[in-house]
């Protein structure tokens, strides 16, 4: 069975870090691509990084220049690290996963809370 574990969210002040990760299991991790998605309160689910399988990376303009995303394969792990947060960038994260030609993620995580207080 297919499983995605996110952990490392928290509480943190503007301007500061947090590191996500991800733990996948049941799925053969190198060939999907991971992405992390956020829902705030009252608004529509974004995409936020997402790294194919060869390592490209995309990012929301919102993000850009602060958040990274990263895998290591022979973890079966993606990690989000996230600097300079800002109290908008409040969520719950999540982690997702698809196979490279898949229009849609169809595997998610649990959640993980990530709350920046101003």
């Known amino acids: 069975q297919v499983q995605l574990v996110e952990s490392g969210g928290g509480l943190v002040q503007a301007g500061g870090s947090l590191r996500l990760s991800c733990a996948a299991s049941?799925?053969?991790?190198?060939?999907?691509?991971m992405g992390w998605y956020r829902q705030a309160p009252g608004k529509e689910r974004e995409l936020v990084a997402e790294?194919?399988?060869?390592?490209?990376?995309y990012y929301a303009d919102s993000v850009k220049g602060r958040f990274s995303v990263s895998r290591d394969n022979a973890k079966n792990t993606v990690n989000l690290q996230m600097n300079s947060l800002k109290p908008e960038d409040t969520a719950v994260y999540y982690c997702?996963?698809?196979?490279?030609?898949?229009?849609?993620?169809?595997?998610w995580g649990q959640g993980t809370q990530v709350t920046v207080t101003s």
């Open positions: 049941g799925l053969t991790f190198g060939s999907y691509t």
């Open positions: 997702a996963a698809k196979l490279a030609l898949s229009t849609r993620y169809h595997y």
């Open positions: 790294i194919s399988s060869g390592g490209t990376t």
